[in-house]
């Protein structure tokens, strides 16, 4: 049985530089408190919004989606992507009511070999800044498109 | 408060992972990937029928034991891997210890090495983290 051709390798580098058309985000209470609510946690005092918000804020932010995602490495299927790893950094505690200006862009795109398997390793970056325009969090995704899983 | 390297982080413990937060997880998200709500699927996949935890909901588990240890805003960084799933209905623990204390940018900082935990010893997720020490 044959894998699923590999995407061109070019086409995968190429990817570094790609800017998302970014925007605003506003976390509001309801979705905070949900979001806070499937953390197993209680809400956070004073409208602070629970860190776990640092997922999908930037990337619906920045006028992407998971999907999008997926697609632009061209992945094989929804179970083909692995996490390398997250990286939030916190400049200054997330806030409900604010809206977050947002950017976000692909700052690494390769593809990796190693004796077992084969993966296009792509990562994104995105940043949040307060409306009076102070860094407020950068977070760093880093994801496996795994190749050639049949 | 009195932090040394080598102290162990209170632990925060989740009894049961449930697939109807991650459910509500994927609907805040916009997360279309059916690992997260279809059991059927995840079956498919080797993993018996529990949906796998999004990745982003087993690291709050750590945020909620840092939160718990040095408040709701102490976080500044936050590193994490991802070597293994979490399942619907596993029993995790959140644990964490403290590698170095520094001051940076007048701040006490304590650097962490967290991880969640089953009661087998396994960890399926691995990191580690920064956080302001209250005074």
């Given amino acids: ?150 | 408060m009195n932090v040394q390297p080598g102290d162990q982080i209170p632990s925060w413990h989740m009894p049961s992972v449930l697939a109807s937060r991650m459910q509500t997880m994927a609907a805040i998200l916009r997360d279309p990937n059916p690992v997260h709500w279809d059991r059927r699927v995840v079956a498919k996949l080797g993993y018996g029928e529990r949906t796998i935890n999004q990745g982003p909901l087993g690291l709050s588990y750590m945020i909620n034991m840092l939160h718990a240890w040095v408040g709701p805003t102490s976080i500044r960084r936050i590193y994490m891997t991802f070597p293994k799933v979490v399942l619907d209905g596993d029993d995790i623990m959140a644990m964490g210890s403290v590698t170095a204390v520094r001051e940076a940018d007048g701040e006490r900082l304590a650097d962490c090495d967290i991880w969640l935990e089953r009661p087998d010893g396994d960890r399926p997720l691995i990191g580690r983290a920064t956080v302001v020490i209250p005074s």
Avoid at chain 1, 1 to 27: N, Q, S
Avoid at chain 1, 29 to 45: Q, S, Y
């Fill in chain 1, 1 to 150: 049985m044959t894998g699923t051709p590999l995407p061109d390798v070019d086409a995968i580098r190429a990817l570094v530089g790609h800017e998302f058309p970014g925007g605003t985000y506003t976390i509001a209470h309801w979705e905070n408190f949900l979001l806070t609510a499937c953390t197993g946690a209680d809400p956070l005092p004073a409208a602070l919004a629970h860190p776990v918000a640092l997922f999908h804020v930037p990337i619906l932010g920045a006028r992407t989606s998971i999907a999008e995602m997926f697609a632009l490495g061209q992945a094989e299927s929804d179970f083909s992507i692995g996490i390398e790893s997250y990286d939030w950094e916190l400049l200054r505690p997330l806030e409900e009511d604010l809206p977050y200006h947002v950017t976000g862009r692909i700052t690494e795109a390769d593809r990796v070999a190693t004796d077992k398997r084969v993966y296009d390793r792509i990562q994104f970056q995105f940043d949040l800044h307060q409306p009076d325009g102070r860094h407020a969090a950068r977070t760093t995704i880093t994801w496996h498109y795994r190749r050639n899983l049949r």
